[in-house]
């Protein structure tokens, strides 16, 4: 187990140092197979209530899916807006593209034009103009995920189209680098080459997150990353308007206060952000915080959650100034960061 845990921190501190792009032992879920027509299924005489619900969802979402297709290969992407006709998918997937094949569910074929991306998170958005509005996938609430919930995901890996897998949140805010601010979702919902710029979607149909890569350590299996879905989205959006994209590094690990943290390590406070650790010469540092610092809010808003702090986080641009209140030894303290650029 030392041996494992071990190899994945090398691991995430190699591959997410340039952001989400994954060197050896992780393989992207982009694929260079042929075009294969989904296979049809047949229909039981009888079904359990779990499986006439994933039956449901798949009914209702597959039509959002679509194949993306690039001089370098397959991926998958889901239609946000079908009245715009925005597809979001992976950076990784269009690659240095400007123009992509889309192909949807119905065998229809479309051109479809690369609005923008952005590497670091791996978010991408495609725009196709249809003579009717494009079937649209709902969209979810990933902040709100909790580990154990069902995971529903459909994608073309290895070419093969309309392919789905089923597992649960194996995970979440998993991150794998320290320079790494936003957590992906861990499923063990198997996804494969191809499955890339897929939706990973909850029991209800709702888009949760968007898939981007798996870890695969000696052979490891079932360790499927997708990016949170409230966090594609932000930057989708900045992405539509045109607006330029830049990643903030504040330079700390942390983790979230809660009832029994707070409980077992006797803290101050049940709610707030806890510094583990400080990156020596990243912003947070020179600034003056330190580890064992408890962060309460930021810019006088409170932060109940590391989510909280993330989504706020995400809402700021490098050189901004952060006001921060901070618990040290009993004692509450004002400290300004100045955020830097991630590189």
Known sequence: MKEFAKKITVLGVCSLGLGVGFGAGLGWTGSKAVFAPPVQAQSGTSKSSDEQNVIRVVKSVSPAV????????????????????????????????????????SGQQLTGKVMGAFREIDIAVVKVSSATPLPAAPLGDSDRLEVGQTTIAIGNPLGLEQTVTTGIVSAVN????????????????????????????????????????????????????????????????????????????LGIQYIGINEQLARTYQLPVTQGVLIAGLAPAGPAAQAGLKPGDILTQLNATPLNTELDFQRLLRDKKPGEILTFTVKREGRSRIVKVRLAEAR
């Open 66 to 105: 679509v194949l993306i297709k690039t001089e370098s290969g397959l991926g998958t992407g889901v239609v946000i807006d079908g009245k715009q006709g925005l597809i979001l998918t992976n950076a990784h997937v269009v690659g240095r593209s400007t123009q992509v094949g889309v192909r949807l569910k």
């Open 174 to 249: 998993r991150r794998l680098s320290e320079r790494q601010e936003q957590g992906f979702i861990q499923t063990d919902a198997a996804i494969n080459p191809g499955n890339s710029g897929g939706p990973l979607l909850d029991s209800q149909g709702r888009v949760i997150g968007i898939n981007t890569a798996v870890l695969r350590p000696d052979g490891a299996e079932g360790l499927g990353l997708a990016i949170p879905i409230t966090v594609a989205q932000d930057y989708a959006r900045k992405i539509i308007a045109g607006a330029q994209v830049q990643r903030t590094y």
